[in-house]
């Protein structure tokens, strides 16, 4: 089973000290949520785990072999099609020219893209088609690993929901592995396997709750209920600026009990 182990990961830009200490395990199959206010170091996380940013220290270990990314920001390319954008990663593994296509078409679908839309370029789509497309292409290699950064929190709710499904399904169906960042704690309930609350000054993890309930027999209720009971938890409050306070530098765990099932 491939897995990912961080420990003792620092990073500074300059003299800023903005990751400390960090550490993560991930493990295929597993939907990680990490959660936290903007400039805690969700991103510069992200980049070095994907490879894109190298820290100042680490240890890390990996076995995982197919990795994709999916940003905020669509990051297609303006010059290709919509087709080509999507199959841009199995160009890249030398699959042949039709196989290439013949998997865009499916996946274009399969993320409720029209097929007239293979043939456009990013300019002709709308924010949310761009947005299905970049998460095409993200699925089109079948990563065991698949880093997120936000992709969704531009999104309309329905689009948001549309997305979610496919996540879930790709997760069940391929036990491909996700890390996802979000300053949504709601959105990271309805997801998360398990979810780690991160504070800036410097960016470290403070707080892990590992969510049971098994993601298909999450009613709103319960993500609402859920959601409110974390918004009670004092590392939750004073990181995301709710409370005052000094937290600790050594991260609690917490296990979901058994008393909420809505
Ligand atoms: N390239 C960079 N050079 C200098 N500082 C940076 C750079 N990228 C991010 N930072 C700073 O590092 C901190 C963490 O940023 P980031 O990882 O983007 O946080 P998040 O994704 O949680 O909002 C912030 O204070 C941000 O201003
Ligand atoms: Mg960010």
Redesign the pocket.
């Known amino acids: 089973m491939s897995e990912l182990h961080i420990r003792h990961l620092y990073h500074r830009?300059?003299v800023?000290e903005?990751l400390a200490d960090v550490g993560l395990d991930l493990y295929a199959g597993e939907t990680l949520a990490l959660v936290?206010?903007?400039?805690?170091?969700?991103?510069?996380?992200?980049?070095i785990i994907a490879g894109l940013l190298t820290p100042s220290e680490v240890v890390m270990q990996s076995t995982f072999r197919g990795l994709a990314c999916v940003f905020q920001e669509p990051r297609l390319m303006p010059w290709k099609t919509t087709a080509d954008n999507i199959a841009l990663g199995l160009k890249a593994l030398g699959v042949p020219k039709t196989a290439r296509q013949r998997q865009a078409a499916a996946l274009a679908q399969r993320m409720g893209l029209a097929p007239e839309d293979l043939a456009k370029y990013p300019h002709e789509l709308s924010g949310g088609m761009q947005s299905r497309v970049s998460l095409a292409r993200a699925l089109a290699i079948k990563p065991d690993l698949l880093l997120l950064?936000e992709p969704f929190s531009a999104l309309d709710i329905g689009l948001k929901a549309e997305l979610y499904r496919q996540l879930e399904e790709q997760v069940q169906q391929q036990g491909t592995a996700v890390l996802m960042?979000t300053?949504d704690l709601m959105e990271a309930v309805r997801l998360a396997d398990r979810i780690l609350m991160?504070v800036?000054d410097p960016?470290r993890m403070v707080y892990e709750f590992t969510l049971q309930q098994p993601q298909a027999e999450r009613s709103s209720t319960w993500v609402y209920q859920t959601t409110a009971e974390l918004m009670q938890v004092r590392e939750v409050r004073i990181g995301f600026g709710l409370d005052e306070g000094e937290l600790p530098v050594q991260i609690s765990h917490h296990e979901q009990h058994s008393g909420c099932s809505v």
Do not use: A, F, R
């Open positions: 830009y300059g800023t903005v936290g206010p903007s400039g805690c170091g969700k991103s510069t996380l992200l980049h950064d960042i300053h991160m800036p960016g």
